[in-house]
């Protein structure tokens, strides 16, 4: 008579580091999205030829990070940074962050002084988008 043994080994740790890696691809194909979008959506401004200012800088800061990545976001409640400086993401759990660095972009994007028009360029990006992130993160079947 043949004996059979037969192991099983649950690989928990391992199962759920895949998960997490595929979460983050996931997440940094919404942040992609998001970012193409909102600098889209992005008002550049204008100034007399000849005055040596060019405009496009907040569109151009426009980035994102998941979790603990350095970029040019402002995370809620932290100073504005210089531009070219990198601020992390320090969310707990996985996540990714749109936004720009430049000091004046929340001005921009709520329509804060001057005569700024209301752009929310970053909340549109988002919020007009709500069907292709599920999409993205395979949350809904796609059409």
Same mark, same amino acid.
């Given at each position: 008579?043949?004996?059979?043994? %037969?192991? @099983?080994?649950?690989?928990?740790?391992?199962?759920? =580091?895949k =998960?997490?890696?595929?979460?983050?691809d996931k997440?940094i194909? #919404?942040? %992609?999205? +998001?970012?193409?979008e909102a =600098? @889209?959506r992005? #008002? +550049?401004?204008?100034?007399?030829?000849?005055?040596?200012? #060019?405009?496009?800088?907040?569109?151009?800061?426009?980035?994102?990070?998941?979790?603990? &990545?350095? @970029?040019? +976001?402002?995370?809620?409640?932290?100073?504005?940074?210089?531009?070219?400086?990198g *601020?992390?993401?320090?969310?707990?759990?996985?996540? =990714?962050?749109i936004?720009?660095?430049?000091e004046?972009?929340?001005?921009?994007?709520?329509g804060?002084?001057?005569?700024?028009?209301?752009?929310?360029? *970053?909340?549109g990006? #988002?919020? &007009?988008?709500l069907?292709?992130?599920?999409?993205l *993160?395979n *949350? &809904?079947?796609?059409?």
């Open positions: 008579m043949s004996e059979v043994k %037969v192991t @099983s080994t649950w690989r928990i740790p391992e199962f759920m =580091v =998960v997490k890696e595929n979460l983050r997440l194909l #919404v942040g %992609v999205f +998001v970012q193409g =600098v @889209s992005c #008002v +550049v401004g204008s100034y007399p030829q000849g005055s040596g200012r #060019v405009g496009g800088r907040l569109r151009g800061s426009i980035t994102y990070a998941t979790e603990n &990545e350095r @970029s040019g +976001v402002r995370p809620e409640g932290q100073p504005a940074a210089s531009s070219g400086d *601020l992390q993401n320090n969310a707990p759990e996985l996540s =990714v962050r936004g720009s660095n430049v004046y972009a929340p001005y921009v994007e709520l804060i002084g001057g005569n700024a028009p209301n752009a929310m360029f *970053l909340r990006a #988002v919020e &007009e988008n069907d292709r992130i599920k999409q *993160l *949350l &809904e079947a796609s059409s």
